[in-house]
């Protein structure tokens, strides 16, 4: 076995740089990282790094940033390098990068494969309300997660469970089972996958969408599956109104009236029953309790009307 691996990462957001930090500190090597240009984000539209990156930087791992596909390739193609790690990269890998390397490219998918395949599987799961999901370390091929797997292990989804907090039970199973596989990699044989395939299409905003005509389990499910970007939304008196936490979500058609009303108690009906709204958001506005926001507004206002 060659030991320690060259590794060359691939990888952006949030979850990606955690699994970066497990690597750094395994035996292997990480000769480089790449990962997403930095963005302008935020009212000064400041260039930000992406998580990735400012974790490479502070290990001083050499980082680099490709736009365009001929870029990522003529840089991939002079590193050298036993193998590619994969983790929510952000950009379909070219053929003549998935072969580059001795033991190709490993990818860390956060679904049981081949269920969710595609860009939002962690998302996916909560809005389609799953009970189980997990991950899969897979050898990349051309297709779009069709690669072999190496291994799986589930993680359970429960009522309370939130993209942020999915995310951090995935990746502390991902971080093992991803140096395991690595450690072992010359003697391992990945097996295809078996089972129905699904995909976890790109998220937009209708996603995350409600109005009168949404159920209360429906909206919980958007809150949940949307806790990283703002929750759910809707609109009232023109105006965005972002829900990030409700509770006491209680289907019950008898007693539902006024559907689409929100009272200044935080009582939300929908088609199919009420459930309390915890803290929202507004345009310009930080996330806040929902009593304080309506004291805020004025609770003489109320009820208020949601969009139909």
Request: aromatic share 6%.
């Amino acid at each position: 076995m060659i030991y320690p691996l060259k590794i060359v990462y691939f990888g952006t957001p949030n979850p990606a740089m955690e699994v970066l930090d497990a690597l750094i500190d395994s035996k292997h090597e990480i000769v480089a990282v790449i990962t997403q240009p930095d963005k302008r984000r935020g009212r000064g539209k400041q260039l930000v790094p992406t998580p990735v990156k400012v974790k490479a930087q502070e290990a001083g791992i050499k980082v680099y940033e490709p736009t365009t596909k001929i870029e990522l390739s003529e840089i991939v193609l002079k590193l050298k390098a036993d193998v590619g790690v994969v983790v929510a990269y952000g950009r379909i890998l070219p053929p003549e990068v998935l072969t580059h390397f001795k033991f190709g490219c490993i990818n860390v998918h956060y679904s049981l494969l081949p269920k969710h395949r595609g860009a939002a599987p962690v998302e996916r799961a909560i809005l389609q309300g799953d009970e189980v999901t997990g991950v899969s370390i897979m050898k990349m091929d051309e297709g779009l997660d069709t690669g072999d797997v190496f291994v799986t292990r589930q993680v359970d989804i429960n009522s309370k469970t939130t993209t942020e907090t999915l995310f951090s039970s995935l990746n502390a199973v991902a971080c093992d089972l991803l140096v395991v596989v690595l450690d072992h990699l010359e003697t391992q044989t990945p097996l295809p996958q078996e089972g129905q395939a699904t995909y976890a299409q790109k998220l937009g905003p209708e996603d995350f969408y409600f109005d009168s005509n949404t159920s209360c389990v429906e909206l919980d499910l958007k809150v949940r599956a949307g806790s990283l970007i703002k929750g759910a939304w809707t609109n009232y008196n023109g105006e965005k109104l972002r829900v990030l936490a409700v509770s006491a979500v209680a289907a019950d058609p008898a007693n539902s009236i006024a559907s689409g009303s929100i009272t200044k108690h935080g009582e939300l009906t929908l088609r199919d029953g009420t459930c309390h709204i915890d803290k929202i958001q507004t345009p310009g506005k930080a996330p806040m309790n929902f009593i304080d926001w309506a004291n805020g507004i004025g609770l003489k206002n109320f009820p208020i009307k949601i969009d139909k």
